[in-house]
């Protein structure tokens, strides 16, 4: 089983449940792994201390001007979609930067005049903490391949166990391939009018990827009802409220995992962890009703 976990937008607390739904469900006799595809900024590692014991590098294969085939022709930077590849007065300039690795220049090139070679644009990094396997990518300063990474980091998804991945921020191109063959979504989001706006985002590009999902309100005690009053006429599950308490905040700003520093609070994740499970089984249910229909 995979859940996703997402937000509309930054700062809602996206990493906080991510951490704790994997530290409970560790606990509930299932092994679990937790993946950090927020690969530009991840920070699970600062909540879990994990033991890292292995590292790979991530790379990708980008063109290598051989100058003496090449003819200036111009093939290259008609192919190119993305700009990398510019002409000038029978020069080839090649911007790495702008390249997304998709091969066409080296495939159309009329004088093979083209080779491929690795570029290396981030680290996997392996290890474990508090009995949860911990797996996340880091991408490199200036590269814009996340979600090349972020498709090496769920490379670790098996028929066995959960994974919990969690997600980048927002509903970008890198949220969508987090999700890609996920089970189950869980948006987290705060009932503010920023939050309400990123929630509708969310839910639209959820929706349209049609994968089940549900709400966790986070900081629940503050703003107003909007995100309610949305979630019901949308028809939108909600999972689980998080209270706006000094105690937590605290935990977070100390980089704890709120499940084991506040036991009290145990309960809120446990009760995540079991909407979620209902959820899915009334997904089965209604999927098999209408095959059946």
Partial sequence: MTIVVVSGKGGTGKTTIATNLAW????????????????????CHIFLHPVINRREQCSVLVPSLIEELCTGCGTCQDVCMYDAMIVLKGTV???????????????????????????IIGTIEYGNAHD????????????????????????????EGVFIIDAPAGTSNSVIEAMNGADFVVLVAEPTPFGIHGLKRAVDMVRKCNLPFGVVVNRYDIGNQDVYEYCLVED??????????????????????????????????????????????????????????
């Fill in 132 to 159: 949860i396997a911990f797996v996340h990518g880091k991408l490199n300063s200036g590269e814009l391949l996340a979600t090349t990474l972020i498709r090496q980091v769920k490379k670790s998804i098996s028929q």
């Fill in 236 to 293: 939108i599950p909600i999972l689980a409220q998080i209270p706006n308490e000094e105690n937590i905040a605290k935990t977070y700003s100390y980089g704890l995992v709120m499940s084991i520093a506040l036991p009290q609070h145990r309960i809120l994740f446990m009760n995540l962890e079991k909407s979620i499970t209902e959820q899915m089984h009334l997904r089965q249910i209604l999927t098999k009703d209408r095959v059946e229909t």
């Fill in 24 to 43: 409970t469900l560790s606990h509930s006799g299932n092994p679990v792994t937790i993946l950090d595809c927020d690969v530009e900024n991840p920070n």
């Fill in 93 to 119: 300039l090649f911007l790495p930067e702008r390249c997304r690795s998709c091969g066409g220049c080296t495939l159309f090139c009329p004088e093979n005049a083209l080779n491929e070679e690795g570029k």
